[in-house]
């Protein structure tokens, strides 16, 4: 099993920029794509960024060219750099993973707020 925990997470003003970071515990070994996804009030979760073990990354469309996802090197934690940030980028940032069997976990999340 694998827990994940966010941090990183608090107000910030339009233009400016958080760091997210995510440690995994437990089975770590077995972990494989790593990721965030958010969650904006009365809205569906969305995907942000993922990054595989071997580094490869994918971005939602609305976030290339403004956020970074990196992960370290023993693989067990994540980070997203979130640079330029908007009003609407407002929301609960998950951390996700698989393992290699594609069992997936969830961190609780941590709320960014992005005043205007």
């Known amino acids: 099993h694998v827990q994940l925990v966010e941090s990183g997470g608090g107000l910030v003003q339009a233009g400016g920029s958080l760091r997210l970071s995510c440690a995994a515990s437990?089975?770590?070994?077995?972990?494989?794509?790593m990721g965030w996804y958010r969650q904006a009030p009365r809205k569906e979760r969305e995907l942000v960024a993922t990054?595989?073990?071997?580094?490869?990354?994918t971005y939602a469309d609305s976030m290339k060219g403004r956020f970074i996802i990196s992960r370290d090197g023993a693989k067990s934690s994540v980070y997203l750099q979130m640079n330029s940030l908007k009003p609407e980028d407002t929301a609960v940032y998950y951390c996700?993973?698989?393992?290699?069997?594609?069992?997936?976990?969830w961190g609780k999340g941590t709320l960014v707020t992005v005043s205007s």
């Open positions: 990054i595989t073990a071997g580094g490869e990354t």
């Open positions: 996700h993973a698989f393992d290699d069997g594609l069992t997936q976990f």
């Open positions: 437990g089975n770590i070994f077995s972990l494989n794509v």
